[in-house]
């Protein structure tokens, strides 16, 4: 079974600086997609970025980036000159290819201090 | 992306009641699912909503309990039945396209639910 670990219950960031939240998961599966999605206080989860396995370039749309290193399982969401709209709780996500089961980890809440 | 609302957005319950939340989707797609999000607690899948035929359940969710019906292609409804204290939690409805999404679900606001 797969499982997504997300070690940082809480987060905290100054305005314009850079933050990286960090995501492990376990699987024998070998295609897979990984997530990042974002739930502010309002409640609507919105995906942040998206990394194919079975692709070795790290994602990135706009400030938001991320290390993917397939080898140890690891999956961390870089947040780059950070905004007071950034603040929200962050989930990472594991998609096994085939499925549609997302195994979600049990996010991080991101505080952006101004 | 997918507009999706929720219905209703929240609610206050009696313990042994029955809620049935709706989920509205501004275009026909192919997967519908429900979410449980527990307070402090990450999303569970509870069931694949299937159009024309009984949902689809995971571990430790039951038809009995979670009765879920999907006349179309746009909409879904859940209900929660016999509520308890335990049950009070964020309810979520999540959509998939196709295979064209790339395996992207769209999520809705969400129903905070409290059982008293």
């Known amino acids: 079974a797969q499982t997504v670990t997300q070690s940082q219950p809480e987060m905290s960031v100054q305005e314009a600086e850079t933050v990286t939240l960090s995501c492990t998961y376990d699987?024998?599966?070998?295609?897979?997609?990984l997530f990042w999605y974002k739930q502010p206080p309002s409640r609507q989860m919105i995906l942040v970025i998206r990394?194919?396995?079975?692709?070795?370039q790290n994602a990135t749309e706009n400030r938001f980036s991320v290390n993917f290193q397939k080898a140890a399982k690891s999956f961390s969401l870089k947040i780059s000159d950070s905004q007071l709209g950034d603040a929200a709780m962050y989930f990472c996500?594991?998609?096994?290819?085939?499925?549609?089961?997302?195994?979600f980890g049990t996010g991080t809440r991101l505080k952006v201090l101004a | 992306s997918a507009v999706i609302s929720q219905k209703p957005s929240r609610d206050i319950c009696q313990r042994g009641t029955s809620l049935t939340i709706q989920c509205q989707v501004d275009?026909?797609?192919?997967?519908m699912f429900w979410y449980r999000q527990q307070p402090g607690q990450s999303l569970t899948l509870i069931a694949t909503?299937?159009?024309?035929?009984?949902?689809?359940?995971e571990s430790g969710f039951v038809i009995d309990k979670f009765p879920i019906s999907r006349p179309n292609l746009t909409f879904s409804t859940l209900t929660v039945s016999n509520m308890s204290p335990e049950d009070s939690s964020i309810y979520l409805c999540?959509?998939?396209?196709?295979?064209?999404?790339?395996?992207?679900?769209?999520f809705g606001p969400g129903t905070r639910l409290t059982v008293l």
């Open positions: 999540s959509v998939e396209y196709d295979i064209l999404s790339y395996n992207e679900q769209f």
């Open positions: 699987t024998s599966e070998s295609d897979y997609y």
């Open positions: 990394q194919e396995a079975y692709k070795q």
């Open positions: 996500a594991f998609l096994a290819s085939g499925t549609y089961k997302y195994i």
């Open positions: 275009s026909q797609v192919t997967m």
């Open positions: 909503a299937n159009q024309g035929s009984e949902a689809t359940y």
